[in-house]
């Protein structure tokens, strides 16, 4: 069977990584993105060059409307999901303490990064379960190393929609344990993608990398690869866990 995997926000950073991991290996991969059309096309040409398929999907995850669509797409163009990568999320806009924190800034980044899990959880594990009719699957959840740290003096707020992640992977794992479907999930640490510029810190890699215990900051490439091995056959005995990618932080 031909692993079918959703990559949420997979035009950029560690999910697009992911995607073309995924080509490589021969799956068909369904590549999700909210804005960046130009960057997620881009994306599916190297999972295509790369002996995968490919499908790009336009879709909100925190919008209900939209992560139905995501599902009824892929099923309608590759068939049920094997697989699903949780790794759309969003850090905000700026540097802030909790007392800076305005509530559509919070609210935003739980929509999105908690919401927008449980929602495609949920649609994928509908598809996937054997309690369902499913021939099982995998789910990996992008967490980070803020659900650990609290991200205290820049991201609070993300720090606290990272660690809903984490309980929400330990708790979904149990449940589904029986039925076919593995949950896991990865906490990258300092990894050189374009959030931070998202965030207004453009600078926050060259500047913190060389702190890491490792003495540089991750490649997304790098995460991509513990993600597809939690995918994977080679994992057929790991579920609810959590694997550090952060080069030796905490």
């Known amino acids: 069977m031909k692993d079918i995997i959703i990559v949420t926000g997979a035009s950029r950073g560690i999910g697009a990584a992911t995607a073309r991991k995924l080509g490589s290996k021969g799956a068909s991969v369904v590549i999700n993105y909210q804005d960046s059309e130009k960057e997620a096309q881009a994306v599916l040409k190297d999972v295509v060059d790369a002996g995968g398929q490919g499908l790009c999907v336009q879709g909100d995850v925190g919008n209900e409307n939209d992560v139905l669509r995501l599902f009824e797409l892929t099923q309608n163009h590759f068939g049920s999901p094997t697989g699903l990568v949780n790794n759309a999320g969003i850090i905000g806009t700026s540097k802030r303490r909790i007392e800076e924190l305005k509530v559509d800034t919070m609210t935003e980044v739980m929509r999105i990064n908690v919401i927008g899990t449980l929602l495609c959880s949920r649609e994928a594990v509908l598809r996937m379960s054997e309690r369902h009719g499913g021939k099982g699957g995998c789910i990996v959840n992008v967490s980070s190393l803020g659900a650990l740290t609290g991200s205290p003096f820049a991201f ?11 309980t929400l992977t330990v708790g979904m794992a149990a449940e589904l344990a029986k039925y076919g479907v593995r949950v896991n999930g990865v906490r990258p640490g300092m990894i ?14 060259e500047k913190h990398g060389p702190q890491m215990p490792m003495g540089r900051a991750g490649l997304a490439e790098e995460v991509a690869d513990v993600i597809v091995f939690l995918l994977s056959k080679e994992s057929s005995y790991v579920t609810g866990a959590m694997v550090d990618v952060a080069g030796g932080a905490r």
């Open 156 to 166: 609070v707020d993300y720090g606290a929609s990272k660690g809903a992640v984490d």
């Open 192 to 205: 050189d993608t374009d959030i931070h510029a998202s965030a207004g810190m453009a600078d926050r890699v």
